[in-house]
């Protein structure tokens, strides 16, 4: 065997690991969905992840940094706790505060509420992320290293079916079980969708369908959807904020050191 097609047989497995262990759809949709793991408008960022080609002329354009905000919701809704009786913080001060959550790995067991960062001032990150913007942006980094994930390279292969089926089953697995689910989601080689989207929610849609429901960056405003066809074993972009009707792949992302 060539090294080439061991490397790539390996990134096949990575790629899909995780799924074997996730029973199996038809038994996973006999089960109540639970309550929305987040408060869409309360547990989510106010601020937008901006289009460059939309807004190619707009000063201090807050670009790129969709994997980042995703992220940080999780690490929010994991790491931190909101106390609006107490007193107001310095900008300075609340960007630290941001970073203290955000360099937690994404993929650790959530803290006790007397270990957790506390957010002085406000009642929730919607809240804080909309009176604060700039000092929350200033505590958020790493968008560069988001951009060379090793597992960026999925968005250029076409996956079996099972292996997508294999992403649905994982996830509802996930949700079910009280855990927040990051997405990279792309309709590539179409030159469309290269994003990341926080599955929060699912429910049962009409025919052989499941609607998972979505945090999407660049939509601080209403939820997205995204489908999965049961019969054809596939995603499809149902509601992603500027981003064609049609289908798309999902990968699950940050949910442990090398994924």
């Not at 994997?67 to 107490?86: E, G, K, L, Y």
């Not at 790493?142 to 968005?155: A, D, E, L, M």
């Not at 292996?163 to 949700?175: D, H, I, K, M, W």
Request: net charge neutral.
């Amino acid at each position: 065997m060539s090294r080439l097609a061991f490397l790539l047989g390996a990134a096949l497995v990575l790629a899909s690991a995780g799924c074997v262990s996730a029973p199996p759809l038809a038994s996973e949709l006999r089960v109540t969905p639970p309550v929305p793991l987040i408060r869409f408008g309360e547990d989510t960022l106010a601020f937008r992840n901006e289009s460059r080609s939309k807004n190619p002329d707009k000063p201090d354009l807050y670009a790129n940094w969709c994997f980042v905000m995703v992220r940080a919701v999780t690490q929010f809704h994991r790491f931190a706790r909101f106390d609006p009786s107490a007193s107001r913080l310095s900008p300075e001060e609340y960007a630290e505060r941001v970073r203290q959550v955000t360099t937690r790995a994404p993929w650790a067991p959530d803290l006790p509420p007397d270990e957790r960062v506390v957010i002085p001032g406000y009642a929730s990150l919607h809240d804080f992320s909309r009176a604060e913007e700039r000092a929350v942006k200033a505590g958020l980094e790493g968008r560069f290293w988001t951009w060379i994930n090793w597992t960026n390279w999925r968005v250029i292969f076409p996956m079996p079916r099972a292996q997508q089926e294999g992403v649905a089953r994982e996830t509802l697995a996930e949700v079910q079980a009280g855990r927040l689910v990051q997405w990279l989601i792309t309709n590539f080689p179409t030159v469309e969708l290269n994003h990341t989207a926080l599955v929060y929610d699912y429910r049962v849609g009409p025919g052989q369908a499941i609607e998972f429901i979505v945090y999407d960056p660049n939509d601080p405003d209403a939820p997205g959807v995204i489908r999965f066809d049961l019969d054809e074993r596939r995603f499809v972009s149902t509601r992603v904020w500027d981003t064609s009707v049609g289908p798309i792949r999902a990968f699950r992302m940050y949910y442990g050191p090398l994924l």
